[in-house]
């Protein structure tokens, strides 16, 4: 609408220069119509991501002439968040993760969940592994214990941990179980993930997750005594921003078999093979399966793994933290 079709494709000879092919592009745009597209730019973009905040300060008669004045206005622009949208937005979030637990032998919470369905929790498939079995013949997986030993822990606020099997009643810990035909779907995990010795290339799909049916909609019914609100569950999503480092990024989680935790940090990059998304979030064993979420409310990732080779993201203060979880986006078109 902007460019002259001629002009498109004169720049477009240059696309794999991006200085030359952002000169070009910029000298065919219709002046007169440089108002209308601004103002496009804005109303379609998210008000605090990179695109909108850049273009306020272009406006403003800043300049924004390399990747580090890029970062640095977005780290002036995005330390805080609005206390109106986390009080909205983390409710939500909380009463649909839930702690995942085996049964005997293992009598533990293993990891952590999210429900993507009234009746259905993702998870890691390295949480869940001990319980599945490979099919030699189909290569499919197959239940290897029944669902009644596969237990989840919705609003596990607070201590105690519970008990595993739990008994009839847990005092503000809703639990429920797998359902009898639980298996649904799911990927194998990647060898060494988040290691430096792991694969750059995901050859068989190795998203390292596991679709599990319960055994009621839990995410149908109210999450409090007495009635309201559904649960809820969070929406699987089919495209995520991976181009724009800094974006705020939460992680809900149960680590180390703890009451239900969060934080916050930002994106860092994807992983060698593109199919991982590494952020600067505290996480622990436990964490696995947790919800990383944008603070649009978005899904972001699975989180699966810490990030060992921690020596590539260095900060002034030293070496960030990294995580990484698997991206959402691929998981839904998978």
């Known amino acids: 609408r902007f460019l002259e079709s001629s002009a498109l494709s004169e720049a477009g000879n240059d696309v794999s220069n991006l200085h030359i092919f952002a000169h070009r592009i910029v000298h065919a745009i219709d002046k007169d119509l440089v108002p209308v597209a601004v103002d496009l730019l804005l ?11 850049g273009l306020r300060h272009i406006l403003a008669g800043e300049r924004l002439n390399s990747d580090d004045a890029m970062q640095a206005l977005l ?21 649909r ?59 596990y606020l607070r201590a105690p941990k519970p008990n595993i099997p739990p008994p009839e009643t847990v005092r503000g810990t809703i639990c429920v179980t797998a359902a009898e035909n639980w298996y ?38 109210s999450f409090r005594t007495g ?14 921003e991976t181009d724009e480092p800094g974006k705020r990024i939460l992680v809900v989680q149960h680590p ?14 994807m992983d060698p093979s593109r199919t991982r998304v590494r952020y600067s979030v505290n996480t622990a064993r ?34 960030r933290r990294v995580n990484q979880g698997v991206r959402i986006d691929l998981i839904t078109k998978d």
Request: with cysteine; charged share 25%.
């Open 43 to 53: 109303s379609e973009s998210h008000p605090s991501g990179p695109m909108a905040v």
């Open 75 to 95: 780290n002036e622009q995005e330390p805080f968040l609005s206390s109106a949208d986390m009080i909205e937005l983390l409710p939500k979030v909380a009463r």
């Open 286 to 319: 436990g964490s696995s399966g947790g919800a990383a979420i944008g603070t649009d409310g978005r899904l972001f990732a699975l989180h699966n793994a810490e990030v060992e080779d921690k020596n590539e993201h260095k900060s002034p203060s030293g070496p």
């Open 184 to 221: 649904v779907y799911g990927r194998e995990k990647l060898a060494n993930d988040g290691k430096p010795t792991c694969p750059k290339e995901v050859k068989n799909n190795e998203l390292d997750y596991v679709l599990i049916r319960l055994a009621k909609p839990v995410g149908a019914l």
């Open 227 to 240: 009635g309201g609100s559904i649960r809820g569950w969070l929406s699987l999503e089919d495209e995520i």
């Open 97 to 155: 993760v839930c702690a995942v637990a085996l049964g005997m032998p293992y009598k533990k919470i293993r990891g952590s969940g999210f429900l993507i369905a009234p009746d259905v929790v993702i998870t890691n498939y390295h949480v869940i592994e001990p319980f599945l079995k490979k099919n030699d013949q189909t290569g499919e997986f197959e239940p290897r214990e029944p669902g009644s030993k596969i237990f989840f822990f919705f609003d």
């Open 256 to 269: 180390e078999e703890r009451p239900q935790l969060f934080d916050i940090g930002d994106y860092i990059e």
